[in-house]
Nanobody, 119 residues
Framework: QVQLVESGGGLVQAGGSLRLSCAVS????????MGWYRQAPGKQRELVAT???????NYADSVKGRATISRDNAKNAVYLQMNNPRPEDTAVYYC?????????????WGQGTQVTVSS
């Protein structure tokens, strides 16, 4: 019943900018945290950035200073803005949400969106 849909991926030039969006729908009681992860070919899925319900953020060292994560509580959406993308940022980016339903915590993932950065 909970669905995450990413958008904004595609081909981008190195040194440009990138903005990813993720909309969450379904049986949402309370969102504890939202985040972005990515997985490049031959590599493990890694954290890119997260933002909690309290507004605190966390970034991977590889994107600090270049990426900004934000959320729109009214729309149940989370965004990732990345400036000066590099070829090594090429990966499938996944949206993640941690939902609270009373005493339980549930995690959901989007299907992913491909981001390719070319020189």
């Amino acid at each position: 019943q909970v669905q995450l849909v990413e958008s904004g991926g595609g081909l981008v030039q190195a040194g440009g900018s990138l903005r990813l969006s993720c909309a969450v729908s379904g049986s949402i009681f309370s969102i504890s945290a939202m985040g972005w992860y990515r997985q490049a070919p031959g590599k493990q899925r890694e954290l890119v950035a997260t933002i909690t319900s309290g507004g605190s953020t966390n970034y991977a060292d590889s994107v600090k200073g270049r990426a900004t994560i934000s959320r729109d509580n009214a729309k149940n959406a989370v965004y990732l803005q990345m400036n000066n993308p590099r070829p090594e940022d090429t990966a499938v980016y996944y949206c993640n949400v941690l939902i609270l339903r009373g005493p339980t915590k549930l995690t959901y993932w989007g299907q992913g969106t491909q981001v390719t950065v070319s020189s």
